[in-house]
């Protein structure tokens, strides 16, 4: 079933059928402010400073029932139905919802009554602006009433003891305008204030959610719209609600328009000042079309042509798009070190100064020791894992700074200075050093990476919770740390840094390759007691995909061992979504293992598809030169109508052996660190834009069903307009002129020339 399409050039997918296999999200943001909206007006919001994130206006994150609804009602045969469907579950005769970037417009028609609601996040304010624009089709005069709803939380994300006692909410007619407080003791020097107001003034209102709804206790059809007039209730020690009624008496083909503010503020002056700058239709078309140049032009200039018409919709739009989500909300609710760095990486490719801001960020919450916190900015919610040794965390640092040396050629960048969170500062280079020290001197009995309370997989907390435990993972992602500092050393002429850490590499190699090997792939860890996890004796979580795709990515073994490898491993992980995570899921809790054990099978890392981990197995069959392999990787994992948005990246996909009914789907859409990991797939392998220190080299790595491709990327300066055709011998022509090795040298400053043309012809035998 077709449920919708990219429409615009791929700048928006327009959503044609209410009832996709689940909701379908729009992400619309600015730095303070975030609103999730669904194609039935579901979704969260909330509110972050730079400390963390503080409260939410309303909805949570997991609660799929609409916080936002838009109820009509005629006044005549007392019909009622909602512009979002889902909510009243009266039929429409006409539905559409287009998402956008930073905007989400729905169309709706039942008997002749026409209604457009558009609803955008400010460029600056921490709130969301709804603009209800109503139409008479009718041939007739209509007497309507529109009922513009909200469900307010201001709850501070965990909803505390004693909340009711601390909230309420009252109306002010001559400002048109609800007013929410949460007056706990505990919040009163922050933002958890909040309110709604209306250009249009309204006819009636309701704060208290009880007397709105009354008995029937649901937004189905709630008593008070039922009957045509709300109660004009304010809101005192109970649930609150923005409810407000305009009464609109239409005369044929007459319309009228309705704006809505809502934000969150400090007090009523702050609402005063946020309402002044949204007073009218003028202002508020003003910012959204400003929004609209601005997200697209954040886009950047690079821009890929394949035969693939929904990967070049994705990669030219919408992952970029997210990937600017990520730098500026990382994963909503906290930011993790480990998401931030390899964020950051991802974003050198369309803006390299915001991806340097990031790495920074990161090191300021550094200790001088080299230890790195599994996350920071964390103050309004507990992240329990955010004071825990999560030993993977200083391994990113030069995964960042070696993306953004590598984009921008500027060495000089290793010498700005950034302090520690606990004492002192130091060099952006002595800040990946310090790291690699650390890590190295954190190793057990086999020289091995010690795990402490786990890796990139969270889950794995109990591994090494004593002290005991090591990670053959880790100690892979601390090999392909030292050679990247390596060649980062060499660059500068580091000579002792460079041989330090070389060394290290051939050591820590060697015990990898000594103590994680099990006959025919890498296990995963030992546990405190000594044990392994992922070894051929386990008789669950046998295979974990990590430490046999980042092998190869850090030169531990070849590309033909790998392809070994992968005999025996990808029988038993892949799927039509892509590669499980571990293989057999965990079934029975191993207190010697920890959470992902008690995870339920098939979801979470714990056998599911983890879209992540399946991009580090992109990169290594790359890597390997397994072109086709890695294509096939990237489209199985890649958003499409059958299992999530098919325009955002989801974290991941419910594996093959979860009880649940509906396998193969994404429950947690848009934050993920996967798309920072498409990025550089898609155009450093892919497409083969390969960037080093002084220059670029062309690669390129399209799959055996690929005539032709041409892309747009814009390096230092100069755009490359590259163009790849498959031929009889391999041969590359820049401007014209043959070259053998499709190297092109580009100095930090950049070239005087501003355009180069590239053609590069793939030979026969490169087909794979």
């Known amino acids: 079933m077709k449920y919708g399409s990219f429409i615009n050039n791929g700048l928006e997918y327009k959503i044609t059928n209410p009832q996709p296999p689940r909701d379908w999200f729009n992400m619309l943001w600015n730095p303070t402010y975030l609103a999730s909206v669904g194609q039935n007006l579901n979704g969260f919001s909330l509110y972050q400073n730079e400390a963390g994130v503080l409260t939410n206006l309303f909805g949570k994150q997991d609660d799929r029932s609409a916080p936002r609804h838009i109820y009509i009602r005629d006044n005549e045969t007392k019909e009622v139905w909602s512009v979002s469907p889902k909510t009243t579950g009266v039929e429409l005769d006409n539905y559409s919802c287009t998402h956008g970037l930073g905007y989400t417009t729905l169309e709706s028609k039942k008997n002749g009554i026409k209604v457009t609601f558009q609803i955008f996040v400010p460029r600056k304010e921490a709130g969301e602006i709804w603009s209800l624009n109503v139409l008479n089709e009718s041939s007739r005069p209509r007497d309507i ?12 994300v965990n909803l505390t003891y004693g909340y009711n006692s601390a909230v309420d909410g009252y109306h002010d007619t001559e400002k048109q305008r609800l007013f929410f407080r949460n007056r706990s003791v505990s919040v009163m020097t922050e933002k958890y204030r909040a309110f709604t107001y209306t250009d249009v003034p309204f006819d009636h209102f309701d704060i208290s959610r009880d007397v709105f709804l009354g008995h029937s206790l649901s937004f189905e059809m ?7 007039q709300l109660s004009d209730s304010d ?4 649930y609150m609600v923005s409810a407000l009624q305009h009464n609109l008496n239409l005369d044929d083909g007459a319309e009228q328009r309705i704006n809505i503010v809502m934000g969150i503020v400090f007090d009523e002056a702050e609402a005063d000042e946020f309402t002044a700058l949204y007073a009218n239709s003028e202002r508020i078309d003003a910012e959204l079309e400003t929004i609209k ?20 919709n994705l990669f030219n739009v919408w992952m970029k798009h997210q990937l600017h989500l990520m730098a500026d909300w990382a994963r909503f609710y906290f930011k993790g ?8 990486a991802g974003v050198t490719i369309i803006d390299p100064d915001r991806a340097l801001k990031m790495l920074e960020k990161a090191l300021e919450n550094q200790k001088n020791s080299g230890f790195c916190p599994r996350a920071f900015r964390v103050s309004s ?27 921008t050629g500027d060495l000089s960048m290793l010498d700005r200075v950034v302090a520690y969170s606990d004492s002192g500062e130091d060099t952006i280079w002595n800040h990946n050093l ?9 190793r057990g009995e086999h020289g091995l990476a010690l795990i402490r309370h786990g890796d990139w997989n969270d889950l794995m907390d109990r591994v090494g919770a004593e002290g005991k435990g090591e990670g053959v993972w880790m100690s892979i992602a601390l090999a392909k740390a030292l050679k990247v500092v390596e060649e980062i050393a060499r660059w500068k002429g580091d000579t002792k840094i460079a041989t330090q850490c070389a060394e290290r590499y051939h050591e820590i190699k060697a015990n990898i390759l000594k103590y994680g090997w099990d006959e025919d792939h890498f296990i995963y860890a030992y546990t405190d007691a000594g044990n392994k996890v992922g070894d051929n004796a386990s008789e669950e979580g046998q295979v974990f995909i990590n430490p046999q795709s980042w092998a190869v990515l850090a030169g531990i073994i070849d590309a033909e061992k790998y392809e070994d490898i992968m005999k025996k491993v990808e029988p038993m992980v892949d799927t039509p979504v892509g590669p499980v995570h571990n293989w057999p899921p965990f079934t029975k809790y191993n207190k010697d293992i920890g959470s992902i054990t008690g995870i339920p099978q098939g979801n979470f890392t714990n056998g599911n598809v983890y879209c992540h981990a399946a991009s580090f197995k992109i990169a290594a069959d790359y890597a390997a030169g397994r072109n086709d392999k890695a294509f096939e990787t990237f489209k199985r994992i890649l958003p499409s109508e059958e299992k999530s948005e098919p325009y955002a990246q989801p974290n991941s996909y419910v594996g093959p052996s979860a009880l649940r009914k509906d396998r193969h789907v994404s429950d947690d ?45 814009v390096f230092r300066g100069t755009t490359f307009n590259v163009t790849i055709k498959r031929g009889d011998i391999q041969k590359v022509l820049v401007d014209g002129k043959e070259q053998t090795d499709g190297f092109i040298e580009v100095p930090e400053s950049g070239l005087i020339k501003k355009e180069i043309a590239i053609d590069f012809q793939i030979g026969k035998s490169n087909t794979n």
Request: glycine share 4%; with cysteine.
């Open 669 to 713: 859409p848009w934050r993920t660190g996967t798309v920072a990991w498409n990025m550089l797939n898609c155009f450093d392998n892919l497409l083969g834009f390969k960037r080093t220190l002084k220059g670029v080299t062309i690669q390129p790595q399209i799959p055996s069903f690929w005539n032709t491709v041409s892309y747009k990327r």
């Open 235 to 238: 809101a005192s020690t109970e």
């Open 293 to 312: 140049k601005q997200n697209i032009a954040r886009l950047g200039l690079s821009e890929l042509n394949t035969p693939d018409a929904d990967f070049n």
């Open 434 to 442: 310090k790291a690699l020290d650390f890590l190295w001197n954190d």
């Open 222 to 228: 709630p008593e008070c719209i039922v009957k045509g």
């Open 337 to 344: 070190y480990r998401d931030t760095l390899q964020d950051a």
């Open 145 to 156: 009433s529109v009922f513009s709803v909200a469900k307010v939380i201001l709850d501070g």
């Open 381 to 407: 919610m507990e992240v329990a894992a955010a004071d825990k040794h999560y030993s993977d965390s200083p391994s990113w640092i030069s995964h960042a700074t070696y993306s953004i040396l590598r984009e």
